[in-house]
């Protein structure tokens, strides 16, 4: 065997990384926390601009629901919950979900 074959591609290990799964975080419409509060959650927790928290609020406002962004499981659950406790600490029921993409 020549050092030619020796290096043809086929016979280089290539290490197959598993990427872990993403999941969505998704902005539930309600009929009683103000525009104005979950634009600035989104703000804070996502680190949107005020462009996009306003176009997402306004999506989850006619649609039922708007998928914010994709993370591992670890952050989408956090991430969910601190937008979720910023509402139900001002009385209001702003809630976050969590779902497996694909
Ligand atoms: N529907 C709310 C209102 O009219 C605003 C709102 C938008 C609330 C999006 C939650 O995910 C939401 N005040």
Do not use: W
């Not at 103000?34 to 462009?51: C, S, Y």
């Not at 993370?71 to 969590?98: C, H, N």
């Amino acid at each position: 065997m020549s050092d030619i074959d020796v290096l043809k591609p086929e016979t280089i290990a290539k290490p197959k990384i598993e990427q872990p799964r993403l999941y969505k975080v998704v902005l539930l419409n309600d009929d009683y926390t103000p525009r104005e509060f979950v634009v600035q959650v989104l703000k804070a927790v996502f680190r949107t601009n005020e462009d996009q928290a306003y176009r997402i609020m306004m999506t989850a406002h006619q649609k039922g629901a708007c998928v914010v962004a994709t993370f591992t499981r670890d952050i989408a659950e956090s991430k969910a919950t601190e937008g979720t406790e910023m509402g139900r600490q001002k009385g209001y029921p702003l809630a976050f979900s969590t779902e497996p993409e694909e």
